[in-house]
């Protein structure tokens, strides 16, 4: 079998640096097999071996130096290659698309700095489930091809054979492979594992690849594996087997007429979507605290009140990328690697936190704020290059017996009103929310005053929530949502009686992963409705809290209505106990025939409303007959479409670390996942026309990235009581990154056009002076370089920054 072919024997070891061990054994693991490959090359001139994760040469380089040493001279010689180019191997559906940029533009530039070399090939062998976008921040990154092994045949029958041209929503492509049977080999003789790769490879090929060696828990290739490549290769009249690298295979096989893919490779493990809600927040958390920093510490160092924190922030993103390795990210490691992560991630998040923090209290401190009688200022800072209209909450330790006002810098009075305070303490403590309105990435100063807050209230019954814009009407019996109408156009969103199942309880006895799994549709109850009440009701905002039960757990949803608001943001606490099950949190519709999208890394994807769980990240819309509707969420990446239905997957309880074939024995001793109290929002926009209407992308981004509020004192300085330092124009091209340049020279701005239409942007870039105009093809990311010398032109970058 196989005679006249050749077949790139790739020496490789996956390594899992967490998954059934802590990274401490993961740690060693990489040392152990990076000295195993130096001695099998000393045994075996040809041999050569290939791995990914460039994290892994950084733990060398710190533990061994001496290894590193002759890592590096094998570099240099071409039989040690270096692929993937990332920082890890991450889980390629759930980080934001800004966390894949980051993946390379770290791992890239450390291979540059240390070897001269950037690698070619991306390389995602384990990871479970790719998204759309990558063909695209893969190319922009210096990487041409990429290699993966799942989905697998059997789980994705339409990819176009194992060898195909992989190509994104913006037309880049990469030449990709789907590695033939497994990445991983046994420890001895290769003939088995030759046999079952050739069988699910096209028979009438002449170039392919094998991926070899010992892994997982690292190891790589054998001396038996080396030793069964030169006894089978050409044997009995069967094919040439080399010792290789991807770049040769790859050479081999470029054809401009191969096939097209165009989309995301799915589906594996579905439950990975949904699996340890605690990561998944962590993550998003993290991932948004370290984009607001950046944008601050930026805005910070051009006005020379802060040196730019290019090495705590590249601390942190380097700390966050490792935690995105496909096992921790996808929530099926043991439990304890769970401690290790929430340590990590906590680290990288109060460093952003830190810098963030100094950035606007400097810029603060700077502000020209006058003196005024028995009165206290606020500053309001908007972390997003557009304007900002949104409540603000503001703890603080000053209230008078007759109430507060509070005014702008022009001396126009600002819609205030108190809510609850955090503390339960008798004491002067209090909280206030108001409507604030501040420019793109920018701020402005209002004032607290003594005296009356101002008069008004929304339109608010035991179960309705109105406003210009917006009505919401809960059904008092089921807690579920009877009426959602969009005003302007009269539409009314939700579905009809009847069909309003809201917080569904499925079961689910799938492993860890969620193997097998195409719906989570075996429905096992609903939460029942045990209260509905007004929570709260002012000038600002109104708002009504649902309470409900199943079995032992408790979900209690606070549906949040502002005075101007065009969506209802719902405030959930839930308080699981359930095992071997999974919650739906339901969005049921009155939309016929809809079209169903939802948002990816960098983009967005319409799918097909089949009821199938899908990934995503911050919202997902139905739109159909000139109206839609649009979930948004700040933690969650699980989700179906039915018809016109939206569901988020909120939690599932499977056993840690359990993976089919096993079954769990009655009475067994296990412990079960996501068992206890957790908090997230959703936001829910009716809307006309489509999600480019409602302006989806931008109110996904304001619920991730909030205002932030800070009490201020009186004291003189340069700045005015409000300013803006970028505006992208709020249209499709949305500016997601400002941060100080690698190479430390002047700034970078990174933007992508969000509608899938091409758009000519205008960027201005007050804070140094500048306008940025370009031309963006639909669905396209662009860098760009701001030198703080204004003689100095915006040039245009690829993800790198070279």
């Not at 990934?615 to 948004?632: I, K």
């Not at 009581?721 to 249209?731: E, I, L, N, R, T």
Request: charged share 25%.
């Amino acid at each position: 079998m196989g005679a006249g072919k050749r077949l790139h024997m790739i020496g490789n070891a996956h390594i899992d640096p967490v998954w059934l061990w802590q990274w401490p054994e993961g740690y060693q693991e990489v040392r152990a097999t990076f000295r195993s490959a130096i001695e099998r090359m000393e045994e075996y001139p040809d041999f050569v071996f290939t791995h990914t994760s460039v994290l892994f040469l950084q733990w060398v380089e710190e533990s061994e130096p001496e290894l590193f040493e002759q890592i590096r001279a094998r570099i240099a010689e071409g039989r040690w290659q270096v692929v993937g180019g990332w920082w890890i191997e991450p889980d390629c559906n759930i980080p934001s698309g800004e966390s894949f940029v980051r993946q390379g533009l770290y791992g890239q530039r450390w291979l540059r700095d240390r070897f001269g070399i950037t690698a070619t090939t991306g390389a995602n062998l384990d990871s479970f489930g790719h998204n759309a976008s990558l063909p695209q921040i893969l190319r922009r990154s210096g990487l041409d091809s990429y290699v993966f092994l799942r989905p697998k045949p059997e789980e994705n029958a339409v990819l176009p054979g194992p060898l195909f041209w992989w190509e994104a929503a913006d037309g880049s492509r990469v030449l990709a492979y789907r590695i033939p049977h497994e990445y991983c080999a046994p420890r001895d003789d290769l003939g088995d594992h030759v046999e079952r790769s050739l069988a699910t490879l096209p028979a009438d090929a002449s170039e392919l690849a094998v991926f070899y060696g010992v892994g997982n828990h690292g190891g790589g290739p054998t001396r038996a594996n080396l030793d069964s490549i030169a006894r089978l290769n050409g044997a009995d009249g069967g094919p040439r087997l080399e010792l290789s690298s991807l770049r040769s295979f790859f050479d081999a096989v470029a054809d401009d007429d191969l096939p097209v893919w165009r989309g995301e490779l799915q589906y594996h493990s579905p439950g990975c979507y949904t699996t340890h809600s605690g990561i998944k927040r962590w993550n998003r958390r993290a991932e948004n605290l370290l984009q607001r920093a950046e944008k601050w510490s930026a805005v910070a160092a051009a006005l020379g009140v802060q040196k730019y924190p290019l090495r705590e922030l590249t601390e942190a993103w380097q700390l966050l990328l490792f935690n995105q390795f496909h096992d921790t990210l996808a929530g099926t490691s043991i439990e304890p690697a769970y401690e290790d992560a929430r340590d990590q991630i906590g680290h990288a998040s109060s460093l952003a936190s830190l810098a963030f923090n100094r950035a606007v209290q400097s810029i603060a401190r700077c502000i020209d704020i006058p003196a005024g009688d028995g009165t206290r200022p606020v500053v309001v800072f908007n972390p997003h290059p557009w304007r900002l209209r949104a409540d603000v909450e503001l703890e603080y330790n000053w209230l008078t017996s007759d109430g507060v006002r509070l005014v702008d810098a022009d001396g126009g009075a600002v819609p205030l009103q108190l809510t609850r305070s955090l503390t339960t303490m008798s004491s002067n403590r209090a909280r206030l929310v108001f409507s604030a309105d501040v420019p793109p990435l920018g701020y402005r100063v209002y004032t607290i005053h003594p005296g009356g807050a101002a008069d008004g209230r929304l339109a608010t019954a035991s179960t309705t929530l109105e406003n210009e814009h917006v009505l919401v009407e809960i059904d008092p019996a089921s807690g579920t949502i009877a009426r959602l109408v969009h005003k302007a156009s009269g539409e009314d969103v939700a579905a009809p009686a009847g069909r309003r199942a809201h917080a569904v309880v499925v079961e689910d006895v799938s492993d860890t992963w969620g193997h097998g799994v195409t719906a989570y549709d075996d429905v096992a109850g609903e939460f029942e409705c045990v209260s509905v009440r007004v929570l709260e009701r002012g000038p600002v905002r109104a708002a009504i809290r649902v309470e409900s039960r199943y079995g032992e757990s408790r979900l209690r949803e606070d549906h949040v209505l502002s005075a101007d608001g065009r969506h209802v943001d719902v405030h959930v606490v839930l308080d699981w106990h359930e095992r071997l099950k999974l919650l739906k949190l339901r969005y049921p519709t009155s939309i016929e025939s809809p079209r169903a999208t939802a948002e990816t890394p960098y983009g967005h994807l319409e799918r097909e409303p089949n009821g199938h769980e899908e990934p995503g990240q911050s919202w997902v819309d139905v739109s159909g007959g000139g109206r839609g509707l649009a979930v948004l969420n700040d933690a969650k990446h699980g989700f179906d479409m039915r018809g016109g239905d939206i569901g988020i997957s909120a939690v599932r309880s499977p056993v840690w670390a359990w993976h089919d074939p096993r079954e769990l024995e009655p009475g067994g001793d296990f412990e079960y996942m996501d068992q206890g109290l957790q908090q997230f929002r959703i936001r829910l926009v009716p809307h006309a026309g489509d999600w480019r209407a409602a302006g989806v992308v931008r109110l996904a981004a304001e619920l991730e990235q909030p205002a932030v509020a800070l009490l201020e004192s009186y004291h003189r300085g340069t700045l005015g009581p409000a300013a803006s330092y970028v505006a992208d124009g709020g249209g499709g091209v949305v500016v997601t990154v400002l941060k100080g340049a690698e190479d430390g020279d002047g700034f970078v701005l990174r933007a992508y056009e969000s509608s899938g239409r091409a758009a000519d942007a205008v960027i201005d870039v007050p804070l140094l002076g500048r306008s940025i105009e370009a031309p963006f093809g639909p669905s396209e990311i662009k860098t760009f370089r701001l030198p703080r010398d204004p003689a100095e032109p915006v040039v245009e970058l690829d993800l790198l920054e070279l």
